[in-house]
């Protein structure tokens, strides 16, 4: 089970920001991902979604505060762990 930010792909600037929405995830990528991906062949469940229309995307670039429309542009990043980050090699 992983903890996932939501980021949002912003038109003003072409960067992805995070619209203040944190969700758990029992299997999902281990990498920044579209979160349409990460349930293609799944549905989304319907109170994601809700979230994600009713938070607004704020670049801090611009200054420009806009609603969200839809989701196809939202991505997944895993929140890091704050335990054992700096053990976390992989030596193979
Ligand atoms: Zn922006």
Redesign the pocket.
């Known amino acids: 089970m992983g903890k996932y930010q939501l980021h949002a792909l912003?038109?003003?600037?072409?960067?992805t920001?995070f619209i203040d929405i944190t969700i758990q995830l029992d299997e999902g990528p281990s990498k920044k991902e579209k979160l349409v991906d990460t349930f293609a062949g799944k549905e989304i469940p319907q109170e994601i979604i809700a979230l994600i229309i009713r938070s607004k995307?704020s670049?801090?670039?611009?200054g420009?505060t806009a609603s969200l429309t839809g989701y196809e542009q939202v991505f997944l990043i895993p929140e890091r762990r704050k335990k054992n980050s700096k053990n976390n090699i992989n030596s193979s």
């Open positions: 912003c038109d003003e600037c072409g960067e920001h995307l670049c801090p670039h611009s420009v």
